[in-house]
């Protein structure tokens, strides 16, 4: 049965057509529970592989979204997947309060729940005032992933933090390039 907290947080996102592809998604992962987890969910060999992607940003969906805060994370990053379920990521992109941040990270996603990678990325960031003001952290971020030939997506569930982070479900859309 659907979590009814999850159907709330899906009729809040607004109709642009790329907060209509978060509810596309958003309702695929709703639907992977009722998929029968013999045959659908599994741990993930680890094999080498080599593959760069190349991300223009982050589109965010704030949690708080009468706080302002900026959703449009424009940038640019690169992924490179090593193996089946791990990678590197690096890159520059316009954060939640219109500032510049850079990110560095590692991708371990050993769980695979039908075409969808499941993990989190490690990694440090810099540029929330609020946060250090505005040095480098550290950071986990639940994430997903999911990838067609030579498109792809990461779900990032970004946790609010005091008043100096602000939690978001952030898409990132890339692009294969090798």
């Not at 993990?119 to 480098?136: E, Q, S």
């Amino acid at each position: 049965m659907t979590n009814p907290k999850i159907l709330t947080a899906c009729y809040l996102i607004n109709n642009s057509w790329l907060n209509c592809i978060s509810k596309c998604l958003l309702l695929g992962f709703m639907l992977i529970p009722g998929i029968s987890a013999a045959e659908q969910s599994a741990f993930i060999e680890s094999k080498a592989i080599s593959e760069l992607w190349l991300n223009p940003g982050f589109y965010s969906q704030h949690f708080q979204r009468d706080k302002g805060h900026n959703n449009r994370n424009f940038g640019v990053g690169g992924e490179y997947r090593y193996s089946t379920v791990s990678s590197v990521t690096l890159g520059i992109f316009d954060n939640s309060d219109r500032l510049t941040s850079h990110y560095a990270g590692w991708y371990w996603q050993p769980v695979r729940v039908g075409p969808i990678r499941l993990g989190a990325v490690v990694g440090v960031i810099d540029g929330y005032p609020k946060m250090l003001d505005g040095g480098w952290f550290a950071a986990v971020i639940p994430s997903a992933s999911l990838e067609f030939q030579n498109i792809g997506v990461n779900l990032l569930f970004i946790p609010s933090y005091k008043d100096r982070l602000y939690g978001a479900l952030s898409f990132q859309f890339k692009l294969k390039l090798h």
